[in-house]
């Protein structure tokens, strides 16, 4: 069953509950290089379930989102209250053929525009940090949430990055 808005909206800021987001942020990249190197070639593009992204479509999805989080951060500081589309992230991946891009070109892509979102980031007033923009699905997002929601983000595609590449032995049942 697939999870409605409130409920995504629930499990990704349960991830990054207590933790500070644009630190959380500025450290992707670097662990999504090191679970790079883990990967074998074949390993990287199998996919964990029919349904279910392998690590090449994840790392090509992160970098498409960054692009998206630029453009809505931007927009939000240019015109708050800026209208925010959403976008069909499996239309993206079958229009962006993430199953047949390079990990490396998508991780530095992803590299490259997580580096200028967090130096904008950085850069904002206290005030700014509550402009916000109205979600096409979420509603009224202030580049605060917005930013712990992309920390989030990037929690639950580490989280299942490392079950793809380490997935957990599957333990015996005790006999009785």
């Given at each position: 069953?697939?999870?409605t808005v409130q409920q995504y909206i629930q499990?990704?800021?349960a991830k990054i509950a207590g933790k500070d987001p644009v630190r959380t942020q500025s450290e992707t990249a670097k662990r999504?290089?090191?679970?790079?190197?883990?990967?074998t070639p074949a390993k990287l593009k199998k996919r964990p379930a029919p349904d279910k992204w392998s690590v090449v479509e994840i790392?090509?999805?992160?970098?498409?989102?960054?692009?998206v989080t630029g453009w809505r951060l931007r927009s939000i500081l240019?015109?708050?209250g800026t209208p925010i589309q959403a976008f069909d992230q499996d239309a993206w991946a079958a229009a962006g053929q993430y199953a047949k891009r390079d990990p490396r070109k998508s991780l530095e892509q992803f590299r490259i525009l997580r580096e200028a979102n967090l130096g904008l980031l950085k850069s904002l007033?206290?005030?700014q940090w509550k402009l916000f923009g109205m979600h096409a699905e979420r509603g009224e997002e202030s580049i605060e949430r917005l930013t712990q929601m992309i920390?989030?983000?990037?929690?639950?595609?580490?989280?299942?990055i490392e079950c793809?590449?380490?997935p957990k032995p599957v333990r015996a049942a005790t006999p009785r």
């Open positions: 069953m697939k999870e499990r990704i800021q999504l290089a090191g679970m790079l190197r883990r990967g790392l090509a999805h992160l970098a498409d989102v960054e692009m240019a015109a708050p007033s206290p005030e920390a989030g983000h990037d929690l639950n595609h580490l989280e299942q793809i590449l380490v």
